[in-house]
T-cell receptor
Framework: AQSVTQLGSHVSVSEGALVLLRCNYSSSVPPYLFWYVQYPNQGLQLLLKYTSAATLVKGINGFEAEFKKSETSFHLTKPSAHMSDAAEYFC?????????????FGKGTHLIIQP | DSGVTQTPKHLITATGQRVTLRCSPR?????VYWYQQSLDQGLQFLIQ???????AKGNILERFSAQQFPDLHSELNLSSLELGDSALYFC??????????????FGNGTRLTVT
């Protein structure tokens, strides 16, 4: 079964600094990977997705993620953090890559932005 | 605004009781997913319906059931409630049967508190 592991339940960075949120996946078949963001008191919102078209994926709000098969990783980055980026971030994998399914989410990483 | 509507926003009930959570998907979306979010378990996929039929099951307890109606809205029924069922319950919708090629759009959730 597919799974994702997010390293670090909390990450704190200064405003303007690089944001790096780590996600490693486990999959026996080529995975489809996603990053979602959850702002306080809201549902999850898709940031970006990897579906094998390109290894570097650009998303909304200046975020991007790189798929590295050799490292089974899909880390999320943003060059310069903004206060509005403070939220919970979830990495997710599609269990089957096709057909009916529900995404499997990581435990989430709480991003804290220091002024 | 994701276009997914969940009611009620908050629900407080006692152990042993039964509740119904309601979800209206985005206009045109045929798939509805239910997720449970708790501090210890994170985001857990419960069940998926597509165009009125059950398509995938996750970690859904036997005390829980769901259905999708002809107008595509969905209800999640939780019975014989226990303290451990206290959580945030999310509904998500997408236009297609699979989550890998069409992003999930999440509602803002129903917060269930069992006392």
């Amino acid at each position: 079964a597919q799974s994702v592991t997010q390293l670090g339940s909390h990450v704190s960075v200064s405003e303007g600094a690089l944001v790096l949120l780590r996600c490693n996946y486990s999959s026996s078949v080529p995975p489809y990977l996603f990053w979602y963001v959850q702002y306080p008191n809201q549902g999850l919102q898709l940031l970006l997705k990897y579906t094998s078209a390109a290894t570097l994926v650009k998303g909304i709000n200046g975020f991007e993620a790189e798929f590295k098969k050799s490292e089974t990783s899909f880390h999320l980055t943003k060059p310069s953090a903004h206060m509005s980026d403070a939220a919970e971030y979830f990495c997710a994998v599609s269990p089957s890559g096709g057909g009916a399914d529900g995404l499997t989410f990581g435990k989430g990483t709480h991003l804290i932005i220091q002024p | 605004d994701s276009g997914v509507t969940q009611t009620p926003k908050h629900l407080i009930t006692a152990t042993g009781q039964r509740v119904t959570l309601r979800c209206s998907p985005r206009s045109g979306d045929l798939s509805v997913y239910w997720y449970q979010q708790s501090l210890d378990q994170g985001l857990q996929f419960l069940i998926q319906y597509y165009n009125g039929e059950e398509r995938a099951k996750g970690n859904i307890l036997e005390r829980f059931s769901a259905q999708q109606f002809p107008d595509l809205h969905s209800e999640l029924n939780l019975s014989s409630l226990e303290l451990g069922d206290s959580a945030l319950y999310f509904c998500a919708s997408s236009p297609r049967e699979s989550s890998y090629n069409s992003p999930l759009h999440f509602g803002n959730g129903t917060r269930l508190t069992v006392t």
